[in-house]
T-cell receptor, first 112, second 116 residues
Framework: DQQVKQNSPSLSVQEGRISILNCDYT??????FLWYKKYPAEGPTFLISISSIKDKNEDGRFTVFLNKSAKHLSLHIVPSQPGDSAVYFC???????????FGKGTKLSVIP | GAGVSQTPSNKVTEKGKYVELRCDPISGHTALYWYRQSLGQGPEFLIY????????DSGLPNDRFFAVRPEGSVSTLKIQRTERGDSAVYLC??????????????FGPGTRLLVL
């Protein structure tokens, strides 16, 4: 059973517009969430994180929103740039565990 | 500064052979993690080291897999009697604090293992 789900395998967005990537989780013990970006043949690169005590965290063009009651988080990228084209992974941890549990990823394509 | 490095970047081996994958964490990072990423999947946890000891090896799939970190820095993931199903990208990550739950894990580029 997948504890972290990214239901959209791919997403295409026009350059300059907003990209919204979604992630759902089932384990209510998760209390820390991260987004990683991955280019082909490279390891995942940390992008942004959020603790369960917050509902929003912003870093430049990237904002993560957390809705604990819905067990849902989303990553907003505004404005989207062609260099943002990559696979984005949502990850979660909690309950005293140091393991990250990842979703399957969403491939974002930003079209110039 | 230098990030997490992993060697080799690619490894091709035959079924039944033994392989070793190396990870060099970010200097000063006390926690080290191994993950495995199969095609079309997200990374899956294998093992976590706090210093020299394996604090959590619950993700190792079976006893063919073993990892060491003898001096609390470099780690080696060892796979005996490799099987075709072991083919995947093996990722190493490190974090600053010894297993602080909300410490960001920084990943290396991975070793792509192909078992023929």
């Amino acid at each position: 059973d997948q504890q972290v789900k990214q239901n959209s395998p791919s997403l295409s967005v026009q350059e300059g517009r907003i990209s919204i990537l979604n992630c759902d989780y089932t384990n209510s013990m998760f209390d820390y969430f991260l987004w990683y970006k991955k280019y082909p043949a490279e390891g995942p690169t940390f992008l942004i994180s959020i603790s369960s005590i917050k509902d929003k965290n912003e870093d430049g063009r990237f904002t993560v929103f957390l809705n604990k009651s819905a067990k849902h988080l989303s990553l907003h990228i505004v404005p989207s740039q062609p260099g943002d084209s990559a696979v984005y992974f949502c990850a979660a941890t909690g309950a005293g565990s140091y393991q990250l549990t990842f979703g399957k990823g969403t491939k974002l394509s930003v079209i110039p | 500064g230098a990030g997490v490095s992993q060697t080799p970047s690619n490894k091709v081996t035959e079924k039944g052979k033994y392989v070793e994958l190396r990870c060099d964490p970010i200097s000063g990072h006390t926690a080290l993690y191994w993950y495995r990423q199969s095609l079309g999947q997200g990374p899956e946890f294998l093992i976590y080291f706090q210093g020299t000891g394996a604090a959590d090896d619950s993700g190792l799939p079976n006893d063919r897999f073993f990892a060491v970190r003898p001096e609390g820095s470099v780690s080696t993931l060892k796979i005996q009697r490799t099987e075709r199903g072991d083919s995947a990208v093996y990722l190493c990550a490190s974090s600053e604090v010894a297993g602080g739950q909300q410490e960001t894990q920084y990943f290396g580029p991975g070793t792509r293992l192909l078992v023929l």
